[in-house]
Every structure is written in structure tokens, then in C-alpha cells.
């Protein structure tokens, strides 16, 4: 069973049309999570940590939020340069632990 | 500031050859990792380095081997490369243990 679950796999959105993503874990105690963006070819871009349920943080159009099984990445209004796939990762606390990354979303913004 | 350095950024091996693939970081940063991105897998830990000087196993690290040359750089060594080492390497850096990463541009491998 995967330890951090996306949804969904890709996602098509109207500029302007808002939305969220899911990003579902089942690690026993979180000590972090972590949103990432990655554009075609190039390397994942941090966007936000999360450590605690009930928190939240925003960057431009993107909220990210967090509960005791699950954080959410909202978009407000989305542009086409927000098409991205959106990276969750979470650290678990337990010991010298890695990341445990997602698999992603892939998010398309027509115009 | 440059970041995150990989050297190459493509790179076609045979099967059973050896390479190195090189990262280094200017942003003088502790803790250093090498991932693997494949299709459908996400992005998967091989090995990392909490501080100059340490190296640790990650999910994926048979076939491969590091050297934490020194604080800035933090290389990746395929001893005998196989067709399922075929993937796009990421190397990142974070000032601590698993907070905030920075990663390179990628490297994308191909063993035929």
C-alpha cells in the first residue's frame, strides 16, 4: 500500500476555474509534508510545508492545507503558467526517516 | 547563484558500463540526496547525506554507490550500469535533514 496517495493522476481546468488537490497519506505520525511543483524537464520547486493539522499557508493562487489523513493544494482562478504536476511528500516521525513522495498530479490550464 | 548542478544532463551507457554523475551546490547547504524519477514511480530516494561526512541508504540504493567529495558536492556512481538504471536522476540539496530541497535541472539516463 502506498504511504502518500494523489489525486487525481491529471487534472484539466479552465483559466479560471477553481480547484483542488488531494494528497492522502497513512504514515502513523507526520512530522512534516510537503508540496512541490515540477515543470516539464526541470527539477521539483518547493512551494510549502505543513506540520500540523489545521494549518495552512498560501503562495500567489495556491493554498495548501492540512488535516490528520490528508492535505489539500487549492487553486484559485488558475492560469495557464500554474500547469505544473504538483508533488506532495511527507516526512514521517519516526527516527532518522526520508521523504516519501507522491506520484503527483499533472494540472493543465487551457485558456 | 547557480543552485543545484548536475553534470551530464543526458547520457546513453551500455549495459555494464560505469559512470559518475556529479552534483554540486553553492547555496552551502548540509544535507545532500540523490533521487530517481521513472514513469508511474514518483520520485524515489537512493542514497543522501545529512552532513559532510555521512551517507545513508535510501529506498532504492542497489546498483549504485555515493561519495560525499565535500560540503558543496555529492556524487552518484552506477559500478555496472543495467537496462532498469534506465531513468531521470535528481540530485537536491536542503540546508537541514528534510527540510526545504533544492534540486538540479536532472539528468537523464539511458542504458541500452
Known amino acids: 500500500e502506498d504511504q502518500v496517495t494523489q489525486s487525481p493522476e491529471a487534472l484539466r481546468l479552465q483559466e479560471g476555474e477553481s480547484s483542488s488537490l488531494n494528497c492522502s497519506y497513512t504514515?502513523?505520525?507526520?512530522?512534516?509534508l510537503f508540496w512541490y511543483r515540477q515543470d516539464p524537464g526541470k527539477g521539483p520547486e518547493f512551494l510549502f510545508t505543513l506540520y500540523s493539522a489545521g494549518e495552512e499557508k498560501e503562495k500567489e493562487r495556491l493554498k495548501a492545507t492540512l488535516t490528520k489523513k490528508e492535505s489539500f493544494l487549492h487553486i484559485t482562478a488558475p492560469k495557464p503558467e500554474d500547469s505544473a504536476t504538483y508533488l506532495c511528500?511527507?516526512?514521517?516521525?519516526?527516527?532518522?526517516?526520508?521523504?516519501?513522495f507522491g506520484k503527483g498530479t499533472m494540472l493543465l490550464v487551457s485558456p | 547563484n547557480a543552485g543545484v548542478t548536475q553534470t551530464p544532463k543526458f547520457q546513453v551507457l551500455k549495459t555494464g558500463q560505469s559512470m559518475t554523475l556529479q552534483c554540486a551546490q553553492d547555496?552551502?547547504?548540509?544535507?545532500m540526496y540523490w533521487y530517481r524519477q521513472d514513469p508511474g514511480m514518483g520520485l524515489r530516494l537512493i542514497y543522501y547525506?545529512?552532513?559532510?561526512?555521512?551517507?545513508d541508504k535510501g529506498e532504492v540504493p542497489n546498483g549504485y554507490n555515493v561519495s560525499r567529495l565535500n560540503k558543496r558536492e555529492f556524487s552518484l556512481r552506477l559500478e555496472s550500469a543495467a537496462p532498469s538504471q534506465t531513468s531521470v536522476y535528481f540530485c537536491a540539496s536542503s540546508e537541514y535533514r528534510n527540510t526545504e530541497a533544492f534540486f538540479g535541472q536532472g539528468t537523464r539516463l539511458t542504458v541500452v
Open positions: 547555496m552551502n547547504h548540509n544535507s
Open positions: 547525506s545529512a552532513s559532510e561526512g555521512t551517507t
Open positions: 504514515v502513523s505520525g507526520l512530522r512534516g
Open positions: 511528500a511527507v516526512e514521517e516521525n519516526s527516527g532518522y526517516s526520508t521523504l516519501t
